[in-house]
């Protein structure tokens, strides 16, 4: 069956830096993938989504990154800031299916 | 507009018993998707709503149920509860049927003892 997961469960960068975020997906029929931020207390928010047309997205600081030839996705937080840490999930969808997320990556931002 | 909203946003229950979870979608979405999210399982998909009709259903025993009232608001209930069962309960709703952007509410944290 599908899976979404994710390379490193935790991730810490200091503040300025560049965040990158990784995901791999098994299933070459997904068509959709999408990124949200989770912090503490809260439900998770959408950050940036993608089709499987498309290899590159951008969106305000964020950058998400589609490779169907090796099933990879990325996020890529630029100038990362305090109030980026919390817990990044990917999720992937094939037309009406339900998402199917990823276990997690939390990133720790380091002043 | 207003977000999604989750009610209760906290509660304890007792094995055996059995919950009933309320969400309110953003207004004019029709879609309301509800999930599980716990520390090892992560988010875990249970059912989904769309003008009243569930769409999709994911892989949780019957004790998990659920419905959309014509207002898109949307209830889950759990029955005979289980240590198990303690986990952050999240709806997120969506636009339309077929759009694929899901915005979540702050959840209900359920905890059994």
């Known amino acids: 069956g599908e899976s979404v997961g994710l390379h490193l469960p935790t991730l810490s960068v200091q503040e300025g830096d560049n965040s990158i975020i990784n995901c791999a997906y098994s299933n070459s029929a997904s068509d959709y993938f999408i990124w949200y931020k989770q912090e503490s207390g809260k439900g998770p928010q959408f950050i940036i989504d993608?089709?499987?047309?498309?290899d590159k997205r951008q969106g305000q600081r964020v950058t998400v990154l589609l490779n169907k030839t090796v099933k990879h996705l990325s996020l890529q937080i630029a100038a990362t800031q305090p109030g980026d840490s919390a817990v990044y999930f990917c999720?992937?969808?094939?037309?009406?299916?339900?998402?199917?997320f990823g276990k997690g990556t939390r990133l720790s931002v380091i002043a | 507009k207003a977000g999604v909203t989750q009610t209760p946003r906290y509660l304890i229950k007792t094995r055996g018993q059995q919950v009933t979870l309320s969400c309110s979608p953003i207004?004019?979405?029709?879609?309301v998707s509800w999930y599980q999210q716990t520390p090892g399982q992560g988010l875990q998909f249970l059912f989904e709503y769309f003008s009243e009709t569930q769409r999709n259903k994911g892989n949780f025993p019957g004790r998990f149920s659920g419905r959309q009232f014509s207002n898109s608001r949307s209830e889950m209930n759990v029955s005979t509860l289980e240590l198990g069962d303690s986990a952050l309960y999240l709806c997120a709703s969506s636009p339309q049927g077929t759009s694929y952007e899901q915005y979540f509410g702050p959840g209900t944290r359920l905890t059994v003892t």
């Open positions: 207004s004019g979405h029709r879609s």
């Open positions: 999720a992937e969808r094939r037309g009406n299916t339900p998402l199917v």
């Open positions: 993608i089709r499987s047309n498309m």
